[in-house]
């Protein structure tokens, strides 16, 4: 059974910067594209960014195009999430999820991902 456990959210000041960490299970995780999602109260669960399963293809929401980078290291089963310049709106709980379709490039849409973490805390304080 695949899981995915996500960490390095917290409490930052605005115009700051979190790493955010994924680690998976599972040898079939390199041939897999990867994605992050957010959750704001009250909100849908939107998409964040993600990449293809061998690193050379990156998606971005508009909300965070320039401000987030997303990378992976499939010899250590880990997606990351670099977040700069972050702003209040940024706050949400956010989730890596694992879309194992074995395709080119990466999907936007959180129904074509089929294993979720348990999500990681963002706060950014004004």
């Known amino acids: 059974q695949v899981q995915l456990v996500e960490s390095g959210g917290g409490l930052v000041q605005a115009g700051g910067s979190l790493r955010l960490s994924c680690a998976a299970s599972?040898?079939?995780?390199?041939?897999?594209?990867m994605g992050w999602f957010r959750q704001a109260p009250g909100k849908e669960r939107e998409f964040v960014a993600a990449i293809s399963w061998i690193g050379d293809s990156t998606y971005y929401a508009d909300s965070v195009k320039g401000r987030f980078t997303i990378s992976r290291d499939n010899a250590k089963n880990t997606v990351y999430l670099q977040m700069n310049s972050l702003k209040p709106e940024d706050t949400a709980v956010y989730y890596c999820?694992?879309?194992?379709?074995?395709?080119?490039?990466?999907?936007?849409?959180?129904?074509?991902?089929?294993?979720w973490g348990q999500g990681t805390q963002v706060t950014v304080s004004s």
């Open positions: 599972g040898r079939t995780f390199s041939r897999w594209p």
């Open positions: 999820a694992a879309d194992r379709t074995v395709r080119a490039g990466a999907p936007r849409s959180l129904y074509d991902y089929n294993y």
